[in-house]
């Protein structure tokens, strides 16, 4: 229900900007969000949005680099990435909180609805 694409292999300072398409259902009365898994890590939060866009969060990491962004009328989101590093390297996915839960969040377990993933790959 959740179909990422951008992601792709880009040097040091490099822009990549990801999608998420929502097919089948609605998520616009929803929280949405980014998050990352590195090989041998943790799923980690990256950012994530309200319902309706106004409140954002990002993880420090790429606070000031990285930027969120949804079209309810398209049910799509989008994460905008500057000025990449390498540590920026994985695989990056899109979530959706469960209908009504509109609030931002950064805890994997507050979100229902999981992408396949994109790969983000970055070169020193």
């Known amino acids: 229900q959740l179909v990422e694409s951008g992601g792709g292999m880009v040097q040091t300072g490099g822009s990549l900007r990801l999608s998420c398409a929502a097919t089948?259902?609605?998520?616009?009365?929803?929280?949405m969000g980014w998050f990352r898994q590195a090989p041998g890590k943790e799923r980690e939060f990256v950012a994530s949005?309200?319902?309706?866009?106004?409140?954002?969060s990002y993880a420090n990491s790429v606070k000031g680099r990285f930027a969120i962004s949804r079209d309810n009328s398209k049910n799509t989101l989008a994460l905008q990435m500057n000025s990449l590093k390498p540590d920026d390297t994985a695989v990056y996915f899109c979530?959706?909180?469960?209908?009504?839960?509109?609030?931002?969040?950064?805890?994997?377990?507050?979100?229902?609805?999981w992408g396949q993933g994109t790969q983000v790959t970055v070169s020193a």
């Open positions: 089948g259902r609605t998520f616009s009365s929803s929280a």
């Open positions: 949005i309200n319902w309706i866009g106004l409140d954002t």
């Open positions: 979530a959706a909180r469960e209908t009504l839960y509109t609030e931002i969040a950064a805890a994997p377990g507050s979100y229902d609805y």
